[in-house]
């Protein structure tokens, strides 16, 4: 089992910046990609961005250049630092992990909110 515990979301003008957290604990040992999905009222939950263990990295389309996925590996965290947010960027975001036997486990969620 993984825990996961996210923080950093809140309400941001459009083209602010917002660094969302994710701290793991639990069976971290097991982990084999980490990344951060998002959901918008009435939409699909999809995948922003996530980190393989060698490093490698994934992007959305949409964030490519403006979000930055990234982790400290001592403090078993995953960051997602987002700039020049814009509104269409609103949604709940949430952390998840899989481990190597495919398992995943997600976060409880944090909103980020893009408004003037």
């Known amino acids: 089992q993984v825990q996961l515990v996210e923080s950093g979301g809140g309400l941001v003008q459009p083209g602010g910046s917002l660094r969302l957290s994710c701290a793991a604990s639990?069976?971290?040992?097991?982990?084999?990609?980490r990344g951060w999905y998002r959901q918008a009222p009435g939409k699909q939950r999809e995948l922003v961005a996530r980190i393989f263990n060698g490093g490698s990295t994934n992007y959305a389309d949409s964030v490519k250049g403006r979000f930055t996925i990234s982790r400290d590996s001592a403090k078993n965290t995953v960051y997602l630092q987002m700039n020049s947010l814009k509104p269409e960027d609103t949604a709940v975001y949430f952390c998840n992990t899989r481990s190597v036997s495919g398992s995943d486990y997600w976060g409880q969620g944090t909103q980020v909110t893009v408004s003037s």
């Open positions: 639990g069976s971290i040992f097991s982990i084999y990609v």
